[in-house]
């Protein structure tokens, strides 16, 4: 049984860092990240659409991981992993380099105040990380709501390996976050798509 048959027929769904380590994903096929998933709308939405793929969604609320595990379970959708984990320890962690197809992150936490920039996930050092991880060519999606995190983010990517192309764009993935803006009026949003053109060497741990 290769990596990617066991990883799908394995009941677990909500896994801790420590045993995927002992896990070599380089044979789990095409894999797919979400980071932070929330409510898993999304995830679980492309996963139905891809049952050939594998998705990886990472998550630091052991709520929201509970409460995604059982829809997933009543879906019976049996190509999500759910990982409890900051993002930078999962991504430093589980994924040997150049073996992710694709990456997204919808709502980040902006952390808006300056004193709390640096609880910024997209910072240069973790923009290199994911480049490291992703495979040549394969892009990462993020999107925002806050202006202020977009521009700070695009000051974020030189030397990180990437072409970038933003835009603002229209609610379109019906999630918990983007719903709540929704209500409060908010129908711009900002995204940035990542597409990788240079590998970058991991720097050491
Ligand atoms: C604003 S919410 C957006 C949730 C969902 N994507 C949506 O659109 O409804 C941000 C989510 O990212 C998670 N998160 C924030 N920082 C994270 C990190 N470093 N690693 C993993 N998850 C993180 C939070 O717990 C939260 O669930």
Redesign the pocket.
């Known amino acids: 049984m290769d990596t990617r048959e066991s990883l799908c027929e394995s009941p677990v769904i909500i896994a801790d860092r420590e045993a995927w380590k002992e896990t070599n994903l380089k044979d789990a096929g095409t894999i797919e990240v979400e980071?932070?998933?929330?409510?898993g709308e999304?995830l679980i939405r492309r996963a139905s659409e891809y049952p050939d793929r594998l998705f990886i969604g990472?998550?630091?609320?052991p709520g929201?991981i509970t409460e995604v595990s059982k829809r997933v379970a009543s879906r019976n959708l049996n190509n999500i992993r759910l990982l409890e984990?900051?993002?930078?320890d999962a991504f430093t962690d589980i994924f040997p380099a150049s073996s992710i197809s694709r990456v997204y992150?919808?709502?980040?936490?902006p952390w808006p105040k300056r004193k709390h920039s640096k609880y910024r996930?997209f910072s240069t050092e973790y923009l290199r990380l994911l480049n490291n991880r992703l495979i040549f060519g394969c892009e990462a999606l993020i999107v925002t709501d806050s202006e202020d995190y977009c521009n700070w983010m695009l000051k974020q990517l030189p030397d990180t390996g990437f072409e970038v192309e933003n835009s603002t764009i229209p609610p379109q993935?019906d999630?918990?976050?983007?719903r709540r803006w929704r209500e409060q009026d908010l129908s711009t949003f900002f995204r940035i798509l990542l597409k990788k053109v240079r590998h970058i060497e991991a720097s050491p741990p």
């Open positions: 980071i932070g998933f929330g409510s999304y990472i998550e630091k609320k929201m984990s900051c993002a930078k992150s919808l709502f980040p936490d996930l993935f999630t918990r976050f983007e």
